[in-house]
């Protein structure tokens, strides 16, 4: 299984970027995707989550400002992340439920937000 996120960078507040991560190795349609992030000094936490019929949840701090899609023929799933804030500087991971307990992380790609 691989996973590779792309589309990070530096942004100015209230711009947008988005987030793109490319699955192999798996049934990506049958498959729940999820995006995380991680800012240094903080726990690992869910940014946004969609199920393989497309139903979606957000963490509290990006409701509004963020939207999760997949597209399943180029097995890939996506983050559009709209009025950035300093806050959301991390490293944002993609991750993909694995045989139980594991799960499936791509490398990561740092988000700053910063002007």
Known sequence: VQLVESGGGLVQPGGSLRLSCAASGILFSRNPMGWYRQAPGK?????ARIT???IIIYGDSVKGRFTISRDDAKNTVYLQM???KPEDTAVYYCKVPGPAPYDYWGQGTQVTVSS
Not at 43 to 47: G, M
Request: no cysteine.
């Open 82 to 84: 709209n009025s950035l």
């Open 52 to 54: 393989r019929d497309a």
């Open 43 to 47: 726990q690992r936490e869910l940014v």
